[in-house]
């Protein structure tokens, strides 16, 4: 495992995850007017997407932060896309599995076990947010990982990709998440045009929420129905700060 990331990468990721950012959002502004954005839909057992998570759960004045502009999002929005509410707020740190329609108790304990050993030594996880944004296929507020975070990453991608999934595959099997981004907002379908979002958004660009400095990351799985993503808490595992 890598011991520590350079001195110098935290202010060119920075810098470079602006860039992706804006690039991100000058995609979905037009995406939203034209309705040519990307719905996701509710998984299946398998689906690569919203399985067993290792998030980084939102909570105090930046959770109070980020509620303030949640009522003006779902306003904007035709009311068949997915919201969050506050309690479920995270960032996700990696996506462990694919969707399962039930997650047995020794796969839990086993990535809490990973997670665990992955998180020795490693420096503070932490993730600088500032400004809303969005790309075609929902609203988030954009979060830049500290080396800490980014160092827990890289492990969990090298043992993932030496040991396998335990059951299904997930979209980030082949790939590490380089923002630590907060969704907000997941669209579904039918796919139309939204025509008062970009200004919501557009309005919080700059806004600043804060440093997230967690003590605690989460095993999670999700729901999706009734226009909402809610999150279920499957294990808790400390980390310093």
Known sequence: ???????????????????????????????????????????????????????????????????????????????????????????????????????????????????????????????????????KGGLFVCGVPSDGLVLLRTRLHQIGVAGGPRAFVSNDYTTMRDIAHISVAVFQAPVVPEQSIAGVVSARREKPYGTVRPVTLDLVRYNLSGGQITMSRLAGIGCAR
Not at 31 to 55: C, I, K, M
Not at 64 to 73: F, M, N, V, Y
Not at 110 to 132: H, M, Q, R, T
């Open 1 to 135: 495992m890598p011991d520590r990331v350079s001195p110098t990468a935290e202010t060119h990721r920075t810098a470079d995850l602006a860039a992706k950012f804006h690039t991100l959002w000058g995609d979905a502004e037009s995406a939203f007017t034209e309705g040519t954005y990307n719905a996701d839909s509710v998984p299946r057992h398998g689906d690569p997407r919203w399985g067993l998570s290792l998030v980084v759960p939102i909570d105090g004045a930046i959770r109070d932060s980020i509620a303030e502009d949640l009522g003006p999002i779902a306003a904007a929005l035709s009311p068949h896309h997915f919201t969050y509410l506050p309690e479920h707020l995270h960032s996700t740190v990696r996506s462990l599995e694919g969707y399962q329609d039930q997650v047995p108790q020794d796969q839990v304990d086993y990535y809490a076990d990973l997670v665990e050993a992955a998180l020795k030594d490693c420096p503070p996880i932490e993730i600088e947010l500032s400004g809303l944004g969005g790309s």
